[in-house]
Every structure is written in C-alpha cells, then in structure tokens.
C-alpha cells in the first residue's frame, strides 16, 4: 500500500509512448512489442533520444521532490 514505483528511464519512456502512438498495435505479443521497440530506440535519431532523456531527468527531479527519503531497495 506504500509502495513507491521507481521513476522511469528514457527508455521506458520512450516504450509507452510506442505504444500509446499506435507504432506497435500490428503486434500480437510482448515479447515482438519490446523487439520492435528496442529496435526502434536502437536506430533513433539523436533529437528523439534526447527527448526521452530531458523526459527522464525531468521525471526523476519531480519523483525526488515528491520523495524526498526513497531509496530503491530491491527484492525486499
């Protein structure tokens, strides 16, 4: 019930967007969907990953101010 999430990566980020924009709704299962997304981010231009990284940073400076105090803490 207090479980905080981890604040997402650039690359998280940039998978939801994939398939919020539709990019992978032609895929059936999961494991095709993080195929082509890995694929995707692989050959993304320099201004796309930098969007997803400012993202990132941005994501990770409101979890800090809104979480002060977590630590991740793995497989507790």
């Known amino acids: ?12 980020l940039f998978r939801s967007w994939a398939i919020q924009s539709g990019k ?3 895929l059936k299962h999961q494991a095709d969907v993080s195929k082509f997304v890995s694929e995707q981010w692989n050959n993304a231009d320099k201004a796309t ?10 994501e990770k400076r ?15």
């Open 49 to 58: 990953r930098e969007r997803f990284i400012r993202q990132a940073a941005e």
């Open 1 to 12: 019930p207090n479980h905080v999430n981890r604040p997402s990566n650039c690359y998280m």
């Open 24 to 26: 992978t709704a032609h």
């Open 62 to 76: 409101r979890h800090s101010e809104l979480y002060p105090d977590y630590r991740y803490a793995p497989g507790k």
